[in-house]
């Protein structure tokens, strides 16, 4: 079956003025295209490779002036496009503030939050709605193989992948998990993989179903929140590894030691640029000062996203954390 | 002779058939109403439970009811939610109703109950798209009742009235 493209997944889900002018998008911004920005009372804005694009009636623009200026109608239009004209269907997901669409593209939203004690009732009289376009870069993680799989053990090492926001760790993840997945035929055999996507970000879930490819052996829990995620992972589909996206809470490190004592594999990320971001986490500090985590691989942008910059391991991780410490600590 | 009997035998089955007719008409009106109640109890049921998107549920709903007006009327709402230019669920809800309203034997009060179960369709979280739902269906209830004591003080009324209004015509050419 030919794979649909962001454009045919993404533009029946703008107002029609704003449709017909992504239509038209030049080629070189629309291969590139990363996020579609649309703000209440501001100009209908793109960032693609290219770098920030502002677009007018008959395309890109240089002047504000020109701009097309988006509506709290054309937000209102987007949002019920993009629950099919039924907000009770997605009111869990639109409660953390994002969608995911068809192909594993998502929507942020922001607006007017009604808070119900300390949890989020609903979000109503949008601001502004950020599309961001999945793309999927296979063989990313190729590089990195050898430092996660271990050949004489025949076993993926505890690893984590840390970075800056938009600097790759999720594409190198799901990379990774579709490796893994797979194997490769030959040498290195597939492993049984369990995803837990809570933000249906790795695997791109729509209705349940993966829309990018996370490998032949992946079983994902999309929409469940880390901690439980994994320990259900555990109790019912014996992975041998287990891939999560963004640890950070106490009950993510606890779930992730709890995982680890089962002889699953882990495999995540998390925000930070250093190590001194990272241990000013405790849940985090906890488990990097225990050596839960045999690899560190840190990523950054400088070379376009996915950039390794370094990758930590033995007493290089330490003496990495010690720094980072001592850094925090001052 | 035996054609003034032959008319006479026309104009008494047209009268009967008139009668009848009336009196079909409000026995429809009736199962045309808990027809549509049953509709929005099943349409909660999909919110409800399965959350299902308000596209997939018309037409998951428009294949349990039996009368075949209700089915077109939610195809209809189906049909106007693919519509590019359709804003929201409220207005195709409504573009069902003006579209179908002539095929139907409602009223023009029972198309106004129908028509209230528009507002906020698919709009609402779930809890309040379920309350918003059961106060329509209650509505319909209401409706549904009168429609049902009508046609059982009227049903017999119109039978007869068919035949006799059959007989009167044929006595006086006669």
């Not at chain 1, 009636?57 to 200026?69: F, I, K, N, Q």
């Not at chain 2, 007719?21 to 399965?50: C, N, P, S, W």
């Not at chain 2, 119109?158 to 006086?172: K, N, Q």
């Given at each position: 079956?030919?794979?649909?493209?962001?454009?045919?997944?993404?533009?029946?889900?703008?107002?029609?003025?704003?449709?017909?002018?992504?239509?038209?998008?030049?080629?070189?911004?629309?291969?590139?295209?990363?996020?579609?920005?649309?703000?209440?009372?501001?100009?209908?804005?793109?960032?693609?490779?290219?770098?920030?694009?502002?677009?007018?009636?008959?395309?890109?623009?240089?002047?504000?002036?020109?701009?097309?200026?988006?509506?709290?109608?054309?937000?209102?239009?987007?949002?019920?496009?993009?629950?099919?004209?039924?907000?009770?269907?997605?009111?869990?997901?639109?409660?953390?503030?994002?969608?995911?669409?068809?192909?594993?593209?998502?929507?942020?939203?922001?607006?007017?939050?009604?808070?119900?004690?300390?949890?989020?009732?609903?979000?109503?009289?949008?601001?502004?709605?950020?599309?961001?376009?999945?793309?999927?870069?296979?063989?990313?993680?190729?590089?990195?193989?050898?430092?996660?799989?271990?050949?004489?053990?025949?076993?993926?090492?505890?690893?984590?992948?840390?970075?800056?926001?938009?600097?790759?760790?999720?594409?190198?993840?799901?990379?990774?998990?579709?490796?893994?997945?797979?194997?490769?035929?030959?040498?290195?055999?597939?492993?049984?993989?369990?995803?837990?996507?809570?933000?249906?970000?790795?695997?791109?879930?729509?209705?349940?179903?993966?829309?990018?490819?996370?490998?032949?052996?992946?079983?994902?829990?999309?929409?469940?929140?880390?901690?439980?995620?994994?320990?259900?992972?555990?109790?019912?589909?014996?992975?041998?590894?287990?891939?999560?996206?963004?640890?950070?809470?106490?009950?993510?490190?606890?779930?992730?030691?709890?995982?680890?004592?089962?002889?699953?594999?882990?495999?995540?990320?998390?925000?930070?640029?250093?190590?001194?971001?990272?241990?000013?986490?405790?849940?985090?500090?906890?488990?990097?000062?225990?050596?839960?985590?045999?690899?560190?691989?840190?990523?950054?942008?400088?070379?376009?996203?996915?950039?390794?910059?370094?990758?930590?391991?033995?007493?290089?991780?330490?003496?990495?954390?010690?720094?980072?410490?001592?850094?925090?600590?001052? | 002779?035996?054609?003034?009997?032959?008319?006479?035998?026309?104009?008494?089955?047209?009268?009967?058939?008139?009668?009848?007719?009336?009196?079909?008409?409000?026995?429809?009106?009736?199962?045309?109403?808990?027809?549509?109640?049953?509709?929005?109890?099943?349409?909660?049921?999909?919110?409800?439970?399965?959350?299902?998107?308000?596209?997939?549920?018309?037409?998951?709903?428009?294949?349990?009811?039996?009368?075949?007006?209700?089915?077109f009327f939610?195809?209809t709402v189906?049909q106007q939610?693919?519509?590019?230019?359709t804003?929201?669920?409220s207005a195709a809800w409504l573009a069902a109703v003006q579209n179908v309203q002539r095929q139907l034997?409602l009223?023009a009060?029972?198309w106004a109950?129908v028509a209230?179960?528009a507002?906020?369709?698919?709009?609402?979280?779930?809890?309040?798209?379920?309350?918003?739902?059961?106060?329509?269906?209650?509505?319909?209830?209401?409706?549904?009742?009168?429609?049902?004591?009508?046609?059982?003080?009227?049903?017999?009324?119109?039978?007869?009235?068919?035949?006799?209004?059959?007989?009167?015509?044929?006595?006086?050419?006669?």
């Amino acid at each position: 079956m030919k794979k649909r493209t962001w454009q045919e997944q993404i533009l029946p889900l703008l107002p029609l003025p704003l449709r017909e002018i992504m239509a038209a998008l030049p080629p070189a911004v629309a291969d590139s295209l990363e996020e579609i920005r649309l703000r209440v009372g501001q100009p209908f804005m793109l960032h693609s490779g290219q770098g920030e694009v502002w677009l007018g009636h008959s395309g890109p623009v240089v002047s504000l002036d020109e701009a097309c200026r988006i509506t709290a109608a054309d937000l209102q239009e987007v949002l019920l496009q993009m629950t099919e004209f039924s907000l009770y269907a997605r009111d869990e997901e639109l409660k953390r503030g994002y969608l995911a669409l068809p192909g594993g593209h998502r929507a942020g939203f922001t607006g007017r939050v009604v808070m119900e004690g300390n949890q989020v009732k609903v979000l109503r009289d949008l601001n502004a709605v950020n599309i961001r376009i999945a793309r999927q870069f296979k063989g990313v993680a190729v590089p990195l193989l050898p430092h996660v799989y271990c050949a004489e053990q025949q076993r993926v090492r505890h690893t984590l992948i840390v970075s800056a926001p938009q600097a790759g760790k999720t594409t190198m993840l799901r990379d990774l998990a579709r490796l893994l997945s797979n194997g490769d035929g030959q040498r290195r055999p597939g492993f049984k993989v369990g995803i837990v996507d809570e933000r249906s970000e790795l695997a791109g879930c729509f209705r349940g179903e993966p829309q990018l490819d996370v490998g032949m052996r992946s079983d994902v829990l999309d929409g469940c929140a880390k901690a439980e995620g994994m320990m259900m992972l555990v109790r019912s589909m014996s992975p041998q590894v287990i891939v999560t996206d963004e640890l950070g809470r106490a009950e993510d490190a606890r779930a992730v030691e709890e995982a680890v004592n089962t002889g699953a594999s882990i495999l995540a990320t998390a925000h930070g640029q250093n190590a001194g971001e990272l241990i000013r986490r405790p849940s985090l500090a906890y488990l990097l000062e225990n050596g839960l985590f045999e690899r560190v691989i840190v990523l950054s942008r400088r070379h376009g996203p996915g950039t390794v910059e370094n990758i930590y391991t033995g007493q290089a991780l330490q003496e990495w954390l010690r720094a980072g410490r001592e850094c925090s600590v001052d | 002779m035996w054609i003034k009997y032959l008319g006479a035998a026309f104009i008494l089955a047209a009268a009967v058939m008139w009668g009848n007719l009336q009196a079909a008409k409000l026995r429809d009106r009736t199962r045309e109403l808990e027809e549509f109640r049953l509709a929005l109890r099943l349409l909660a049921a999909e919110i409800g439970y399965t959350a299902t998107p308000l596209p997939r549920a018309l037409l998951e709903v428009s294949r349990r009811v039996a009368n075949p007006g209700v089915q077109f009327f939610l195809e209809t709402v189906w049909q106007q939610l693919q519509e590019p230019q359709t804003a929201d669920a409220s207005a195709a809800w409504l573009a069902a109703v003006q579209n179908v309203q002539r095929q139907l034997q409602l009223t023009a009060q029972d198309w106004a109950v129908v028509a209230r179960a528009a507002a906020g369709l698919g709009g609402l979280g779930r809890e309040d798209q379920l309350k918003q739902l059961a106060a329509a269906e209650t509505q319909l209830a209401a409706q549904a009742a009168q429609a049902a004591a009508v046609y059982a003080s009227n049903e017999k009324m119109w039978r007869y009235l068919g035949a006799l209004s059959g007989l009167a015509v044929v006595i006086l050419l006669l």
